[in-house]
C-alpha cells in the first residue's frame, strides 16, 4: 500500500501541515515513533502534504477511512464517490461526528525544507530537526475546510465494510486509528 523511499521535500509549491488538538505549541521535538515498524526509526517530527490534509481534519483518536482519486482507480473505485466533484472521501463513525463537531484543531504549517517524503500515498513526510511552524490556524468548524478541500464525509455505524472494501481497490487510501473503531459486524 505504501511507498516508504524517503525523497526531500524540495518543491516550492508544497505544503506541509501537523494538525493537533494542541494550541500554542512554538517548537515541534522529534519524537521516538510508536508504530511496531518503525521501530529501528530516529525521533522524527511528522508533517502531512496539503493533499491529504483531509485524512487528519478530525480529532485525534477517531478511527477513520479515508480514500482518494488516482490514476489507477478504474470504474468500480470511482463508484465509491458520490459525484466527480469528489476529489477524496473521510469515513467516520456515527458516534464520533458530535466529537468532531465540537472539537477545536489547530493546523501549524511547517516550511518544507529539511522534511522529507516518508510514504507518497499517505503523503507523510517525516523530519529529524527540531521544527518551528511558519504559522498556525485554529479551526473550529472543520467542515466547511472539508468542503474546500473536494473532501466528502460519511457518517457510518461501522467502519469496517467500507475499509474492507477501499482496501480491495486501486485508489489511494489510508485506515486511521482503526483501534478504536467499533467492531467488526
Known amino acids: 500500500m505504501h511507498n516508504t523511499a524517503l525523497h526531500s521535500a524540495s518543491s516550492p509549491f508544497l505544503r506541509l501541515f501537523h494538525v493537533s488538538e494542541e494550541s500554542g505549541i512554538s517548537v515541534f521535538h522529534p519524537r521516538t515513533p510508536t508504530r511496531k515498524d518503525m521501530a529501528d526509526s530516529p525521533p522524527l517530527i511528522w508533517a502531512i502534504a496539503e493533499n491529504r490534509l483531509s485524512n487528519f ?3 485525534r483518536d477517531c478511527p477513520r477511512v479515508c480514500f482518494h482519486r488516482n490514476d489507477k482507480a478504474d470504474s468500480d473505485d470511482l463508484s465509491l464517490f458520490s459525484s466527480p466533484d469528489v476529489l477524496s472521501v473521510l469515513a467516520i463513525e456515527r458516534i464520533w461526528f458530535e466529537k468532531m463537531k465540537s472539537t477545536t484543531l489547530y493546523l501549524y504549517q511547517f516550511d518544507p525544507d529539511g522534511f ?5 500515498c499517505a503523503g507523510y513526510y517525516v523530519s529529524e530537526k527540531t ?6 490556524t485554529e ?3 472543520v467542515f466547511p475546510l472539508l468542503s474546500a478541500y473536494k473532501t466528502e464525509v460519511l457518517i457510518l455505524d461501522n467502519l ?3 475499509a474492507d472494501k477501499v482496501m480491495k481497490t486501486n485508489l ?5 486509528r482503526m483501534k478504536n473503531a467499533q467492531k467488526r459486524v
Open 57 to 59: 481534519l478530525t480529532p
Open 116 to 120: 522529507v517524503l516518508q510514504d507518497a
Open 131 to 136: 521544527q518551528t511552524p511558519i504559522s498556525v
Open 139 to 141: 479551526i473550529k468548524d
Open 160 to 162: 469496517w465494510p467500507l
Open 172 to 176: 489511494d487510501w489510508s485506515l486511521c
